[in-house]
């Protein structure tokens, strides 16, 4: 009976352990095939685990703003894709008093997201977002050991090297010519 439970606790000590992907090989592989209406989430540990087709969830032990600083380090180094940054609008609101920690987490945050655009929505309406790209398009969630509340970053891709304005103007030209 002991051996059967030794078996039993190593057996599901090696499952956890090779349910862990290396996030960053993970993240590595897909950047390149990544391109515009394509998701990379760095989420809490209460983030539910979304069934979508496209919808893809590792887990890791980093810390949550490693994760962060390394994902936008990536994203740099690729000319292809740049991040349209999402955050949950009631982080600003979760007291210190009701989660450890947040106020040191904010802080951190908004060093690492400086001289970037952040635009904050709903926790439902992000998850909307991402359940609606996840039928077509590929999200990947990265879930980090964090417990704090609505702590997730949400990075919606677009293209990196045609912009909103380019896109406009385009736009123009074609109606301009009757089309």
Aim: proline share 5%; net charge positive; aromatic share 8%.
């Amino acid at each position: 009976m002991r051996i059967a439970s030794l078996f039993l606790v190593l057996s599901l000590s090696a499952f956890s352990f090779a349910d862990e992907k290396d996030w960053k090989q993970v993240l590595k592989a897909e950047l390149p095939r990544m391109g515009h209406r394509n998701w990379i989430v760095i989420a809490d540990s209460a983030y539910p685990l979304q069934s979508g087709a496209g919808i893809e969830t590792i887990s890791t032990r980093s810390n949550h703003l490693e994760v962060v600083k390394t994902v936008f380090e990536m994203l740099e180094k690729s000319n292809h894709i740049r991040p349209v940054i999402h955050l949950d609008s009631e982080l600003p609101f979760v007291p210190e008093t009701d989660a450890k920690g947040i106020d040191t987490f904010r802080q951190e945050l908004k060093t690492l997201l400086k001289g970037r655009k952040v635009e904050s929505l709903p926790h439902e309406d992000i998850i909307g977002k991402l359940d609606k790209a996840g039928k077509t398009f590929k999200v990947l969630i990265i879930k980090t050991p964090l417990a704090i509340p609505y702590t997730s970053l949400f990075l919606e891709l677009d293209c990196g090297y045609w912009g909103p304005e380019s896109e406009m103007k385009l736009r123009e030209a074609i109606k301009a010519k009757g089309k």
